[in-house]
Nanobody, 120 residues
Framework: QVQLVESGGGLVQAGGSLRLSCAAS????????MGWYRQAPGKQRDLVAG???????NSADSVKGRFTISRDNAKNMVFLQMNSLKPEDTAVYYC??????????????WGQGTQVTVSS
């Protein structure tokens, strides 16, 4: 059983910063991808930023220049540094990982979600 545990969400004022962390644990052979998604009320769940095991990154246009994703492969962790936060960044943020747990078992895993609220 693989589990993703998130931390770092909370309430912050517009223009402030927040750092999200996600740790994967369990029977892990390898992690191919880790990333962050978010979902606001009335919106679909969209990719915020992702990072491969080799360090290649991508991010949504709406957060480019403000958010930075990073990864610690040794600790099976991924981070999202969020700067210059805006009220429209308010959402539930979900950690996501594509993890191989066996010879023929590779699955998409999700964290429980952490609330990020940006006040004006």
């Amino acid at each position: 059983q693989v589990q993703l545990v998130e931390s770092g969400g909370g309430l912050v004022q517009a223009g402030g910063s927040l750092r999200l962390s996600c740790a994967a644990s369990g029977s892990i052979f390898s992690i191919n991808f880790m990333g962050w998604y978010r979902q606001a009320p009335g919106k679909q769940r969209d990719l915020v930023a992702g990072i491969s095991s080799g360090g290649s990154t991508n991010s949504a246009d709406s957060v480019k220049g403000r958010f930075t994703i990073s990864r610690d492969n040794a600790k099976n962790m991924v981070f999202l540094q969020m700067n210059s936060l805006k009220p429209e960044d308010t959402a539930v943020y979900y950690c996501n990982a594509i993890i191989r747990t066996g010879w023929s078992t590779t699955r998409n895993y999700w964290g429980q979600g952490t609330q990020v609220t940006v006040s004006s």
